[in-house]
């Protein structure tokens, strides 16, 4: 059974910081090309955070949106099968359920980083207060 399990998520206020990770289980022979976290906000749609694709045996290739860039920090360890998100400089912006997601076919370019993910995570909640 395929899970993608979030944790780390919880209450911070402006300014503060939060580790997020994701452990992959159940590809059994099979191996992410690309992980990559999402995020929803109450009333608003699921969108991009920020993506990681392995390009050779210790070489990675991130993108992330505009409205972190500077801020968060994707990192992964394949040993694990985890990906992690660095969450400095939080606003309550920030705010949101925060969703890891994987995909096995690698891509190039932003567009496609920010699509056709094969599996999710249930999400973890993040809350930023002012």
């Known amino acids: 059974q395929v899970q993608l399990v979030e944790s780390g998520g919880g209450l911070v206020q402006t300014g503060g910081s939060l580790r997020l990770s994701c452990a992959a289980s159940g590809r059994t022979g099979s191996t992410y090309a690309i992980m990559g976290w999402f995020r929803q906000a109450p009333g608003k749609e699921r969108q991009f955070v920020a993506a990681i694709q392995r390009i050779a045996s210790n070489t990675y290739y991130a993108e992330y949106a505009d409205s972190v860039k500077g801020r968060f920090t994707i990192s992964r360890d394949n040993t694990k099968n985890t990906v992690y998100l660095q969450m400095n400089s939080l606003k309550p912006e920030d705010t949101a359920v925060y969703y890891c997601?994987?995909?096995?076919?690698?891509?190039?370019?932003?567009?496609?980083?920010?699509?056709?993910?094969?599996?999710w995570g249930q999400g973890t909640h993040v809350t930023v207060s002012s």
């Open positions: 997601a994987a995909r096995l076919s690698s891509c190039s370019g932003y567009r496609c980083l920010t699509q056709g993910y094969d599996d």
